[in-house]
Structures are given as C-alpha cells and as structure tokens.
C-alpha cells in the first residue's frame, strides 16, 4: 500500500520475492531458498542472472511507489542473497499482530477498547494471507499461521462482540466463519451458543447435527468432548450459557 491505496507488483515471480522479503524482513535470504521458492527448486537455466533480473525489476517498481533511492537505502544485496530491511515500516502483517497482542492484554480490564483494536486490526485484511502469491514450502507455511491468527482474532472479536453488545450481525458473521471453515469445531461451538442465546434453539442443535454428520463423513471422527459438552449444555438449559459480565470475561 502506498498513501493507505493498495497497489499491484506486476508477476507472479516478483510478488513471491517481494512476500519472502518482507515475511524474513531483516536478514538475508540465500539464493538457494529464493530459486526453491519462485522456481519450486526447478530454476531456470542460467537462474542467477534470472534471480538478478527479478531483482532490478523489483528495485525499479519499489522505487516508481516508494520513493527514487527507496531500494538502494532498503534492499541489500549480500554473500547469501537478498535481503529488505523495514527499520521504522510497519508492514500489516506485523501491525496485525501488534493491535491484537495489545487487545489480548486488554480483555479483562477494558474490553470495548480490546473490540476496538481487533476491529482495526482485522480491518487490515483484503483477502486470504499471500493471496496471489506463487507459494513454495515456506510461504505455504507463513500463510497458513497468518490465516490461522486473522481467524483467531475474529474469534475473539466476536466473543467480545456477542458479550460487549450482542446483535443479530455477530450471529451472522460466526454464520459466515462456520462456513468457510466447516471443520472447525471452535467455530461451531460459538455459533451454537450465540445462536442459543437468541432464542434460536433447534438451529443451534442443526449445527451441532451438521458438524457430526461432516465430521464423520469426512474424517470418520465423532465431535470433540468439547462440543458434545456444549449440546448438553443447550439441551439443560445450563446457566453457564448465561452471558457474563464483562469484567468477568476469560483470556484463555
């Protein structure tokens, strides 16, 4: 992003070494780690020369957005290989874990401003993590905790939402999560108790119905304890089910 406006890096293979520079921003990544990475370790003929031209191209679109010299100060070249240093830059995947590392210190003592900094950090996504991006083993991986953190953050931001000012929206919004992530017990387990706590009872019970059936269907695995812990709870009514005050919410 440039001026807060989001910007395309023309090709894949110079947006996947822009993404490895900056998710191992502050060291030097080796040319051997590049090749695997942009080339699934099938480099072409001649890949150091390709690898240097990636690079100038590279240099010359950091340049067009950021700044005449902005490579020159930023993107080192060494011994192993490249490397883009952010001395004073917040990239969003660093600034996304900062707000939500602030809200987690924040969820029992003040937790309208822990919904607030999730809300903002959650904000910062335009789509799944690296999205666009040729990934090698590396990235794949990277993407997958980024992913994996984006959808604990909403989690989080929803159990606070329900809790801090429930609304039809936060039922609706766990609706869309469980069905992006159908297997995801956690998920269903919130939408089940949100759902619950909207006098919508029996659909609460539909998802816990649905959840075994693809749960069995797809992995031959019954729901965890937690989950069936959660049906019973419905099904008697337990006061547990009561929404707590807010100062009385869990961190774990």
């Known amino acids: 992003m440039t001026d807060g406006h989001a910007v395309g890096i023309g090709g894949v293979k110079q947006r996947t070494l822009l993404s490895l520079l900056l998710v191992d921003s502050g060291r030097l990544i080796?040319?051997?780690?590049?090749?695997e990475e942009i080339?699934?370790?099938?480099?072409?003929?001649?890949?150091?020369?390709?690898?240097?031209?990636?690079?100038?191209?590279?240099?010359?679109?950091?340049?067009?957005?950021?700044?005449?010299?902005?490579?020159?100060?930023r993107?080192?070249?060494?011994?192993?290989?490249?490397?883009?240093?952010?001395?004073?830059?917040?990239?969003?995947?660093?600034?996304?874990t900062a707000l939500t590392e602030d809200a987690r210190r924040r969820l029992t003592t003040e937790p309208e401003q822990a919904l607030r900094l999730l809300v903002e950090a959650l904000a910062l996504w335009r789509g799944p993590a690296l999205d666009g991006v040729r990934t090698g083993n590396h990235l794949r991986g990277v993407a997958a905790r980024l992913n994996e953190q984006r959808l604990a953050a909403?989690?989080?931001?929803?159990?606070?939402?329900a809790l801090l000012r429930p609304c039809s929206?936060?039922?609706?919004?766990?609706?869309?999560?469980?069905?992006?992530?159908?297997?995801?017990?956690?998920?269903?387990?919130?939408?089940?108790?949100?759902?619950?706590?909207?006098g919508r009872q029996a659909e609460?019970?539909?998802?816990?119905?649905?959840?075994r059936t693809l749960l069995h269907n797809e992995l031959g695995l019954d729901p965890s304890p937690e989950s069936q812990q959660c049906l019973q709870a419905i099904l008697r009514h337990d006061v547990s089910l009561v929404p707590r005050p807010a100062g009385a919410l869990a961190t774990g």
């Open 30 to 35: 080796s040319k051997e780690q590049l090749f």
């Open 39 to 73: 080339w699934y370790g099938n480099p072409p003929e001649h890949a150091d020369n390709a690898l240097h031209a990636l690079v100038a191209r590279l240099r010359k679109t950091l340049d067009s957005l950021l700044g005449e010299g902005f490579s020159n100060e």
């Open 75 to 96: 993107l080192a070249t060494g011994r192993p290989g490249y490397g883009l240093h952010l001395d004073g830059i917040d990239s969003d995947a660093r600034l996304f």
């Open 154 to 161: 909403h989690e989080e931001k929803l159990e606070l939402q």
């Open 169 to 198: 929206s936060t039922v609706s919004e766990l609706q869309q999560l469980a069905m992006a992530h159908p297997l995801h017990e956690g998920l269903s387990r919130r939408l089940m108790i949100a759902l619950y706590r909207s």
């Open 204 to 211: 609460a019970l539909g998802v816990y119905s649905r959840v």
